[in-house]
């Protein structure tokens, strides 16, 4: 289906729930624009009445808490700029297609959170030593589909290792780009987590819990895990951190360029630390020469690149690719791996353009 959008504005993906994707081809500023930020929703946005809401810190902890949004906002704040992508964006592009939401590129964004620390909360509501994991709940609810699927309709929720919620730098943000979060992205507050994918920030947060022993809800085996070889034998795991990943903005896929001009071929790159090289090639793998970078190294946030291109003086099709690398020394794979299931699309896809 071809889908005719205005430049820069949110392609709709599934209308009911809302779920928006951003026009990665319009990808032009560090922080994407809130009205441009892709949005992902498993159910309806649940109603939150922010006057009466309250965030719940309980389970193996020594003093349970019980917060408003306004004892929340009083609380020491702390802002993080965080490059946030939903595990399944680039679906599109498997073959054979899978199901689940088609996410093209866009279904990833940059926005400053603002928020309190959850390990500040952690340490308010004095976790106990026996606590493994922290639990977390949002408010929406609705039937999940993928099997084995619990019977009736299910909150989302979703869990980390204590040492994980501790290291992660994890947010309990009740603000994005110094504004009170829309509706869409998890008001009144709602958990981000850098480095991860989007799955891990749990929206319209009604409960933090601190759990001893193992959690295994739907969202981390059933949905959103993966198997891990890394041992031999493929074990589930809930997915997590963020697999390095460079996508091409722009000259943009079909597209066509004028022979003989000189281009900028332009995208973005990130991952789960802290991306130190981008290569690009104009002819189908063959050869790689490294973009340079616009923005800074960041932790957890996106670093926009671009190689300028004396495009061929004859007309045909060539193939662009893109392939980054981080800080870890991990580098895009060419190919993909089929233990990631519908999720984690990060190998190298080619952008086919027209020389004419
Ligand atoms: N409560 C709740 N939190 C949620 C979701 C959801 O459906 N319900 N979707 C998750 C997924 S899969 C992603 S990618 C991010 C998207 O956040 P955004 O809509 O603010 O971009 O929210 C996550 N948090
Ligand atoms: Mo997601």
């Not at 003093?63 to 704040?77: E, F, G, I, V």
Request: net charge neutral.
């Amino acid at each position: 289906m071809v889908q005719s959008v205005t430049r820069g504005s949110r392609i709709v993906r599934q209308a009911v729930p809302e779920n928006l994707e951003s026009d990665f081809g319009a990808l032009d500023e560090f922080l994407t624009p809130t009205a441009q930020h892709y949005v992902r929703s498993h159910f309806a946005v649940p109603t939150v009445d922010a006057a009466a809401w309250r965030l719940e810190v309980r389970g193996a902890v020594g003093q349970p808490l019980s917060l408003s949004l306004d004892q929340l906002r009083a609380l020491p704040k702390t802002s993080r700029v965080v490059t946030m992508e939903c595990a399944g964006n680039g679906r599109q592009f498997l073959t054979p297609a899978v199901p689940g939401v088609q996410w093209e590129r866009g279904a990833v964004s940059t926005a400053e959170w603002t928020g309190v620390r959850l390990a500040d909360l952690l340490a308010k509501a004095g976790v106990s030593t026996e606590a493994t994991r922290v639990a977390f709940e949002g408010h929406d609810k609705g039937e999940v589909k993928n099997t084995p699927l619990p019977s009736g309709p299910i909150t989302f929720h979703r869990s980390m290792t204590l040492a994980e919620a501790r290291t992660r730098d994890v947010l309990v943000a009740y603000a994005i780009n110094g504004e009170p979060l829309p509706a869409a992205h998890g008001a009144p507050a709602r958990l981000i987590v850098p480095g991860c994918y989007g799955m891990a920030s749990v929206k319209w947060l009604s409960s933090i819990e601190a759990v001893t022993g193992e959690f295994d809800g739907y969202w981390e085996t059933t949905d959103y895990a993966y198997w891990d070889r890394s041992t031999g034998r493929p074990l589930r795991r809930p997915l997590m951190g963020m697999q390095v990943k460079s996508l091409i903005a722009r000259p943009s896929a079909r597209g066509q360029v004028a022979r003989g001009t000189v281009v900028d071929i332009g995208g973005a790159a990130w991952s789960d630390g802290a991306v130190t090289r981008v290569e690009v090639s104009t002819d189908g793998g063959a050869t790689w020469r490294d973009a340079e970078f616009i923005d800074p190294q960041g932790a957890s946030t996106w670093r926009r690149w671009r190689l300028r291109w004396q495009v061929p003086a004859t007309a045909g099709e060539v193939v662009l690719m893109s392939r980054a690398t981080d800080a870890q020394g991990r580098t895009q794979p060419m190919t993909r791996n089929p233990d990631w299931g519908t999720y984690v699309i990060h190998h190298v896809v080619p952008t086919t353009v027209t020389i004419v």
